[in-house]
């Protein structure tokens, strides 16, 4: 990773509430336990100029094109053994057509909770030296933008190397610590996007891989789809298995059921072999927003109605804050449109970000783009994770 420290300020939104020490989280109820934030107006210094496509009115307050990259919307999270954190930013600006100018990038982040800053530390930029995209790309350099991939998932093996979950395949990437891609993008069979150049779409645009997560042993990822596939049950996701070492998927699939087909995922984590957290939140943001949560899933389908099996475990738009952490209020809401990061911290402890879609969004403040959030939450019941994955790093 780059060695630049950039220190930034969280810009919490104050209440006038006091803490009420008699307050109690209802049951099942989870508590807000730390809040940070990184300003939606965060850059990569000294980066290329980006937004060209965005014209030059006013979003939400911000003038576009920009100067430099942003550290942009987070769609995928990983926890590092030193207390940061590796995330990715998504295709760029919104769409395949406005993001040409936008490149590919894993940023380092550190959020400081007691005071609830974030530092950005550096990060690596995606590149395709090795020519294993099997179409054109935006860059004569090889650098991969949000033209070429809309990457949304991130998870890293035993190796150090990188696997990312793309939605314009959808593909699954491989990529090694420096950001180089290793190998050929892995399709899923039989499921193609509209931006997929085999053409015959079955599945909608920015629908693909939403969600990774690697298995507890290392050898397999889940990959879990966004959207429906045509002929598929509506509001079903197909959960993919893919074998690590032979860089391809096993056929092995489950199905995630939605609570209603207008909803959507936006990240998945493993607990154990059988189980893993997944994010189902809708499109509304601010005041608007009504589902954004977390369930448990247990793939092994106790009531054998061919789906997962699902536990609400936090609603992120009723969390507990009888501190007032970070200076909001209690309870706590989480309003965002795109939800897209979870990681466990220990066995009752999630940190949880928003994707800022900068400088699109503005759930937190109307009219203003949205930070990027990050705040841990303690569930009211313990995960008995794997102990793999309480220490993978």
């Not at 979003?59 to 942009?72: K, R």
């Amino acid at each position: 990773m780059g060695l630049t420290i950039v220190t930034v300020t969280a810009l919490a939104t104050p209440t006038t509430a006091a803490p009420d020490p008699a307050r109690h989280p209802a049951r099942g109820q989870a508590v807000l336990t730390n809040f940070a934030a990184l300003p939606a107006e965060t850059f990569v210094p000294g980066s290329e100029p980006s937004g060209a496509a965005l014209g030059t009115a006013p979003v939400n307050g911000v003038t576009p094109p920009f100067a430099d990259q942003p550290v942009q919307g987070f769609s995928g999270l990983l926890r590092n053994s030193d207390g940061t954190f590796d995330v990715i930013s998504d295709n760029g600006f919104g769409t395949r057509a406005n993001s040409a100018d936008f490149l590919l990038r894993i940023h380092r982040i550190a959020p400081e909770f007691r005071s609830g800053n974030v530092d950005v530390l550096g990060g690596i930029t995606l590149t395709d030296p090795g020519n294993r995209m099997p179409f054109p790309l935006v860059r004569a350099d090889r650098v991969l933008t949000g033209q070429d991939l809309d990457i949304e998932s991130i998870t890293r093996t035993a190796d150090g190397t990188y696997w990312i979950g793309d939605e314009f395949g959808p593909y699954l990437l491989h990529f090694d610590r420096a950001g180089r891609l290793l190998s050929a993008p892995v399709p899923l069979p039989g499921v193609r996007a509209p931006e997929n150049p085999a053409g015959s779409p079955n599945l909608g645009s920015s629908k693909g891989f939403e969600a990774i997560t690697l298995s507890p042993d290392g050898k397999t990822i889940n990959a879990l789809l966004e959207g429906t596939v045509a002929g598929d049950e509506p509001g079903t996701l197909r959960l993919n298995e893919l074998d690590v070492e032979r860089n391809r998927f096993t056929g092995t699939r489950w199905v995630y059921q939605l609570e209603n087909p207008d909803l959507a995922i936006g990240d998945a984590i493993a607990v154990d072999r059988n189980r893993l957290l997944v994010i189902e939140r809708d499109g509304g943001q601010g005041a608007a927003a009504l589902v954004k949560r977390i369930y448990l899933a247990d793939k092994r389908d106790r009531d054998r109605d061919g789906k997962l099996d699902k536990t609400l475990v936090a609603d992120l738009l009723d969390l507990a804050n009888p501190k007032h952490v970070g200076g909001q209020a209690d309870p706590f809401r989480f309003p965002f449109t795109t939800i897209e990061d979870v990681t466990i911290l220990d066995d009752r402890t999630l940190l949880v970000a928003n994707d800022n879609n900068f400088p699109s969004s503005s759930g937190r403040t109307p009219g203003k783009p949205d930070d990027n959030e990050l705040i841990t939450i303690r569930l009211a019941d313990t995960l008995h994770a794997d102990p793999r994955v309480l220490r993978r790093r």
